[in-house]
Nanobody, 122 residues
């Protein structure tokens, strides 16, 4: 069964850090670009970051640029999202998704995880 599983979410104070992980089972992440998306209550899902298949190209939403870092370890079949200087507006369910190319258009991603909750609050 092809599956993506996110982990690492939780409750953190403003200014804190979290590292999200995206693990694949049933398929190899090497062949896919991996995107991170998030959805806050009452809002549409939005793209946060994406990393190309080889890891040589990364993109970030303006709202997280300079604070979040995406990386991948193809040997471990894992992708990570390091989130620093977290703000309350970063509160959302975070999803990882696998697709052929990086895109902010979520319909281009064929595989999705179930999401992990990130809450930034004092």
């Amino acid at each position: 069964q092809l599956q993506l599983v996110e982990s690492g979410g939780g409750l953190v104070q403003p200014g804190g850090s979290l590292r999200l992980s995206c693990a694949a089972s049933g398929f190899t992440l090497d062949y896919y670009a991996i995107g991170w998306f998030r959805q806050a209550p009452g809002k549409e899902r939005e793209g946060v970051s994406c990393i190309s298949r080889g890891g040589g190209s990364t993109t970030y939403a303006n709202s997280v640029k300079g604070r979040f870092t995406i990386s991948r370890d193809n040997a471990k079949n894992m992708v990570y999202l390091q989130m620093n200087s977290l703000k309350p507006e970063d509160t959302a369910v975070y999803y990882c998704a696998a697709g052929a190319l990086c895109s902010w258009y979520d319909k281009l991603y064929g595989y999705w995880g179930q999401g992990t909750q990130v809450t930034v609050s004092s």
